[in-house]
């Protein structure tokens, strides 16, 4: 089965910069999509971005502008470039894909989540 790992959370203050990676391990499986969701602390979890196949993104509105998504397909890795954090950006991010598995149907596959802080 297929698992997702994210990393680079961390604590950092309003205005600097923190990039996301999260790699997919495992066998019999292909992934589509991918993306970015977030869960700050009392709120619904909120999609941040999302990535094609093909390399077409996506961004909701609080983080357009600020952050980038991109992958590379051969390692099955996705990044999340965070630029000019602000504090309610804090949330833990978890990564998502779309997969493909061994029967041809597909199934959302979701990370463990990586924790960022930003202060002020």
């Known amino acids: 089965q297929v698992q997702l790992v994210e990393s680079g959370g961390g604590l950092v203050q309003a205005g600097e910069s923190l990039r996301l990676s999260c790699a997919a391990s495992?066998?019999?499986?292909?992934?589509?999509?991918m993306g970015w969701y977030r869960q700050a602390p009392e709120k619904q979890r909120e999609w941040v971005a999302r990535?094609?196949?093909?390399?077409?993104?996506n961004y909701g509105n609080s983080v357009k502008g600020r952050f980038t998504i991109s992958r590379d397909n051969a390692k099955n890795t996705v990044w999340l470039q965070m630029n000019s954090l602000k504090p309610e950006d804090t949330a833990v991010y978890y990564c998502n894909a779309v997969v493909v598995n061994s029967r041809g149907g597909y199934v959302e596959v979701w990370g463990q989540g990586t924790l960022v802080t930003v202060s002020s």
């Open positions: 990535i094609t196949s093909g390399g077409t993104t």
């Open positions: 495992g066998s019999g499986f292909r992934i589509n999509a």
